[in-house]
Every structure is written in C-alpha cells, then in structure tokens.
C-alpha cells in the first residue's frame, strides 16, 4: 500500500512561475524523498530530508518537512519547460527499509 | 554509463508465458530493490536484496513471481504464468546501506500481457 499523498495530483503552470506540491504520509519516519520521472522513464533522485531537519535547499528546490504534521512541500523555483514531469515523495521509516511513494504529482509547466 | 541498467526495456507477452527481467546495479551498492508501477500510480516496493540475499519480500510479490542476485551483482525477476494484471512498469533500484537509503533507479521493463 502507498503511504504518502500527495496533492495536487496535477498542476500546469507558466514558465516562470514556482511550482509547489505537497506530500503527506502516515508513520513515523527516518527520512522523506523526492523523485522525478519523466513520462515513461525510471525515478531521478532530487533531494533528501532527515526527520531531524525542517528545510533543504538545492539549487531550485526547497523542501520542508513538518514531522508532527506528517507533510513535506516541494518548491521548484522559476519552472522551466524542463520541469515537466511527475513528482514524487518517498518515505523511509528507519533508513533501512524499502521506500513507500505516493501517487504523485503531474506538473506541466507550458513554455 | 555506471548508472542501474535494466534489459529488456520492453516486453510484450501472451498470457500463460514466462518472463524474465534483469538488472544490473551501480557496482558498488550493496542493495537491490524491485518495484512495480502501474499507470498513475508510485512505485510499489516488491522485494529487495542485501548482497545475495533476499531480505523481504512484498504480499504483491505472489507465488509466480521469484526473483534471485546469485552472486550479490546483477538479479532477476521471473513471472511465471503471466496474467494481464501483471503489465506494468518493473523498476530496479539500488542503493549503499548507509546512510540514508538514497535509491537510484534503472530505467525500467516495461511489460504488456496480451
């Protein structure tokens, strides 16, 4: 079963403009991720969040984590046609086990 | 390229068949994960290995679905009997154990059970 949601399931935006998607799950957590996928392709790993850290930045993105909340944010910043893809979180409940993804979100960002 | 490969990308079968997927990892990751995505949807952990052995294995992952890393490097996934249930993305990814279980993923077999 898939632990997290994430919401919106998809979301078109100008080029330009910030894209933001929103990530809850259930269970306590050791870390939560971000993948991208390109349309019919494997997962690209973006950037990583320990449960013990509010906020990361990297390059465009910046994640957030509200442990007590069980919620993660993903901002991409000034989206490019590039950024076209689906999004997803992934948790990891003791940096040992197998990830749980969510469904995803489908960004379409229109040049 | 030492990034995860997956062979082949796609496979076409007629149900009843056998299929067999292969993944080879980044040399140096100890773990190998399976997942399968089916269309909008995330990836759906089936099992994963540590070295050679299995360490888990997902109640999706029924009893015509084996998967094996003989020698701790490259695995299979093996469906036996396929239904058309069973089209899907299969997805490899590998990781280190420590410290934080970032996964890198292959670009998958795609697999249509007519």
């Known amino acids: 079963s898939q632990q997290g949601e994430e919401d919106p399931q998809a979301l078109s935006i100008q080029e330009g403009e910030n894209a933001t998607m929103n990530c809850s799950y259930k269970?306590?957590?050791?870390?939560l991720q971000w993948y991208r996928q390109n349309s019919g392709r494997g997962l690209v790993h973006l950037i990583l969040?320990?449960?013990?850290?509010r906020e990361k930045h990297s390059g465009r993105l910046r994640v957030t984590l509200d442990t007590s909340k069980k919620s993660s944010s993903l901002l991409i910043t000034a989206s490019r046609a590039a950024d076209t893809a689906s999004y997803f979180c992934?948790?990891?409940?003791?940096?040992?086990?197998?990830?749980?993804f969510g469904k995803g979100t489908r960004l379409s960002v229109i040049a | 390229d030492t990034g995860v490969s997956q062979d082949p990308r796609h496979k076409i079968t007629k149900r009843g068949q056998n299929v067999t997927f292969r993944c080879d990892p980044i040399?140096?990751?100890?773990?190998l994960y399976w997942y399968r995505q089916t269309l909008g949807q995330g990836p759906e952990f089936l099992t994963y290995?540590?070295?050679?052995?299995?360490?888990?294995k997902s109640r999706l992952l029924s009893d015509r679905f084996s998967a094996e890393r003989p020698k701790g490097s490259f695995s299979t996934l093996e469906i036996q009997r396929t239904e058309q249930g069973d089209s899907a993305m299969y997805l490899c990814?590998?990781?280190?154990?420590?410290?934080?279980?970032?996964?890198?993923f292959g670009p998958g077999t795609r697999l249509t059970v007519l």
């Open positions: 992934a948790t990891d409940r003791s940096g040992n086990t197998p990830l749980v």
């Open positions: 290995f540590q070295n050679e052995a299995q360490l888990e």
């Open positions: 040399s140096e990751h100890n773990r």
């Open positions: 990814a590998s990781s280190f154990i420590l410290p934080y279980n970032e996964q890198f």
């Open positions: 969040i320990r449960s013990n850290e």
């Open positions: 269970t306590s957590i050791n870390n």
